[in-house]
T-cell receptor, first 115, second 115 residues
Framework: AQKITQTQPGMFVQEKEAVTLDCTYD???????LFWYKQPSSGEMIFLIY??????QNATEGRYSLNFQKARKSANLVISASQLGDSAMYFC????????????FGTGTRLTIIP | GAGVSQSPSNKVTEKGKDVELRCDPI?????LYWYRQSLGQGLEFLIY????????KSGLPSDRFSAERTGGSVSTLTIQRTQQEDSAVYLC?????????????FGQGTRLTVV
């Protein structure tokens, strides 16, 4: 079974600062993918970044980067130079590459950017 | 269509009535997911389809909930004898089957209110 844990229910960060959102996971699958989604107050789910378990390098997408530490089973999202529009719920998710491709989500972190 | 389409966008029903929620995934996407999200909460997994079969329906909360998918495309989530605790946003997502490495694309959701 897969489990995603996000231990920060809420975070407040000053505009223009960097922020790290924590995500740890547990799985018995040897190959898997990790995803981060953003959900603004409008409710839409926006895909941000993907990391494969066998990728050698940490994923980056613009201001988003993923600090992937496989041995520690963590996949933290780093947002650089935060903006007011980054205020939203952030969800970490994972899915096995083979077999049951159920997509499992964590409970989310509500990020608020302070001007 | 261009994205995942869900209908209706809003549904108000009386307690005890049956409801059907529809999801039209992105053309060619073989994986389809249903989630439930209560206000301010995370995404609760309900069921996952690969083609027309459901390898994982472990999240369906009771036998009042059922889902089907036909033609490897449209899916319907049915809730029988609705209860007030069924009130939530029901989200559908689809994904191409690319060995689990592709992100899931979400619809806008159906907001269900049971009165």
């Amino acid at each position: 079974a897969q489990k995603i844990t996000q231990t920060q229910p809420g975070m407040f960060v000053q505009e223009k600062e960097a922020v790290t959102l924590d995500c740890t996971y547990d799985t018995s699958d040897p190959s898997y993918g990790l995803f981060w989604y953003k959900q603004p107050s409008s409710g839409e789910m926006i895909f941000l970044i993907y990391q494969g378990s066998y990728d050698q390098q940490n994923a980056t997408e613009g201001r988003y980067s993923l600090n992937f530490q496989k041995a520690r089973k963590s996949a933290n999202l780093v947002i650089s130079a935060s903006q007011l529009g980054d205020s939203a719920m952030y969800f970490c998710a994972m899915r096995a590459v083979f077999g049951n491709e159920k997509l499992t989500f964590g409970t989310g972190t509500r990020l608020t950017i302070i001007p | 269509g261009a994205g995942v389409s869900q209908s209706p966008s809003n549904k108000v029903t009386e307690k005890g009535k049956d409801v059907e929620l529809r999801c039209d995934p992105i053309s060619g996407h073989t994986a389809l997911y249903w989630y439930r999200q209560s206000l301010g909460q995370g995404l609760e997994f309900l069921i996952y389809f690969q083609g027309n079969s459901a390898p994982d329906k472990s999240g369906l909360p009771s036998d009042r909930f059922s889902a089907e998918r036909t033609g490897g495309s449209v899916s319907t989530l049915t809730i029988q004898r609705t209860q007030q605790e069924d009130s939530a946003v029901y989200l559908c997502a689809s994904s191409p089957r690319t060995l689990g490495t592709s992100e899931a694309f979400f619809g806008q959701g159906t907001r269900l209110t049971v009165v």
